[in-house]
């Protein structure tokens, strides 16, 4: 028997993995995080209309509101200015909240030693326009090692990341495939009611449905 957790935002990318694993495993643990986002409200909603649609056997909402506290990062400190209209040329944007994956993912070991799951499932995704610099295969591998050497033993932990290289379009039609409810996700980093259309994130979705030839089912304001 395979037991999962999938670390799931309620964004597209995260959506398509917990598909996925939901497709591979025979039981799936969700795993949310309140970091103090912008849209903290929106994907909270999110991942509770996802746990009702796939019914994983356990569900928990974490609160990570110290990530805001912290700050340095456009989507936790509301003193740095969203870019709009454009995506970030610069190596490491403004979104990146500092060692944000490491923390989930702690929590996500800790939860998965507890209730014996052998995969912890991620949608980071390292080639495309993010950048972040917790989003790379090397920074997964190192992690492996970490769980390895930091865990009891008793059970193998390991992370999935099923949609590490693919593109934003690949992404789109894996969902497809795999049914994913796209309806149910959201990538927008401004608003919680109508998707802007203009941040990062929305262009880079709105552009990956594009690609894809499929329409997408939210609606924006731009």
Partial sequence: MIRAVVLLSGGMDSLVTAAYAV?????????????????????LSCFK???????????KVIDYSWLSEIGGSALTDRTIPLQEGTISS???????VPFRNATFLCSAVAWAEVIKATRIYIGAVEEDS??????????FQAFN???ATGTKGEIPIAIITPVLHNSKAEIVQLGIKLQAPFELSWSCYTD?????GICESCILRKKAFAQ??????LPYRN
């Fill in 23 to 43: 497709s591979e495993c025979d039981e799936v643990c969700f795993l949310h995080f309140n970091y103090g986002q912008r849209t903290e409200k929106r994907e």
């Fill in 49 to 59: 209309a996802l746990v009702n649609y796939y019914q994983p056997i356990q569900a």
């Fill in 90 to 96: 610069s190596k490491i944007p403004i979104t990146y």
């Fill in 130 to 139: 993010s950048g972040y610099p917790d989003c790379r295969e090397v920074f």
């Fill in 145 to 147: 090692k970490v769980i």
């Fill in 192 to 196: 919680n009611d109508v998707a802007c």
């Fill in 212 to 217: 894809a030839g499929f329409e997408d089912p």
